[in-house]
């Protein structure tokens, strides 16, 4: 992982802590359904983004198979998306 801001392109891990779930939604914002759910440590490939929605910063990502949705990058405290390098 690398201390930087995620970017479109970028490949990603969840840092949502052990045993924890990170939502993906249908669409940028806490209001939208929540399509899948994650666990810590899963890489993902950011396909899109970002959006500003209800205090967040979304990217819609992707596992390069059926998994795919909006993310929170994180919160004031925690990130939840991690690039690598």
């Known amino acids: 992982p690398v201390d930087r801001a995620v970017q479109v392109g970028d490949h990603v891990v969840v840092t949502v802590g052990a045993g924890g779930l990170l939502k993906l939604r249908a669409s940028a914002g806490t209001n939208a359904s929540i399509e899948h759910q994650v ?8 396909l899109e983004g970002p959006v500003d929605a209800n ?8 596992d390069g198979g059926s998994v795919e949705g909006w ?3 994180g919160d004031s405290t925690d990130r939840w ?5």
């Not at 998306?81 to 390098?85: D, F, N, Q, Y």
Request: proline share 8%; aromatic share 12%.
């Open 39 to 46: 666990p810590d440590t899963t890489e993902l490939n950011v």
């Open 55 to 62: 205090g967040y910063r979304w990217w819609r990502v992707s």
């Open 71 to 73: 993310a929170a990058e």
């Open 81 to 85: 998306l991690t690039p690598l390098e």
